[in-house]
């Protein structure tokens, strides 16, 4: 079974840079999309951004013009970059991957990324 491991997280402060690496373990064309999530602290896990194997992109309206998502398939390896960050960016960024059943039911473990004032 495939694994997703991210790194890259770290701490930053606003208007800083941050970009994230998730690595797939296996074929990263068993997996029709990639995706970033985030989990702020007491709130729930929401998308952030999705990339298809065609290199389509979608991103969640707040960080739209800041965040990039790519990925380079010869190293199985999906990445977020991360520029103008914000306070309210912090937050533990999971990537994710769907397969054929079209669910999101891949997962890494997170990474941290922490936005200072």
């Known amino acids: 079974q495939a694994q997703l491991e991210e790194s890259g997280g770290g701490l930053v402060q606003v208007g800083g840079s941050l970009r994230l690496s998730c690595l797939v373990s296996g074929n990263i064309f068993s997996f029709n999309a990639m995706a970033w999530f985030r989990q702020a602290p007491e709130k729930q896990r929401e998308w952030v951004t999705t990339?298809?194997?065609?290199?389509?992109?979608n991103y969640i309206d707040a960080v739209k013009g800041r965040f990039t998502v790519s990925r380079d398939n010869a190293k199985n390896t999906v990445y977020l970059q991360m520029n103008s960050l914000k306070v309210e960016d912090t937050a533990v960024y999971y990537c994710a991957a769907r397969g054929p059943e079209l669910a999101w039911n891949y997962w890494g473990q997170g990474t941290q990324v922490t936005v200072s004032s």
């Open positions: 990339i298809t194997t065609s290199g389509a992109t």
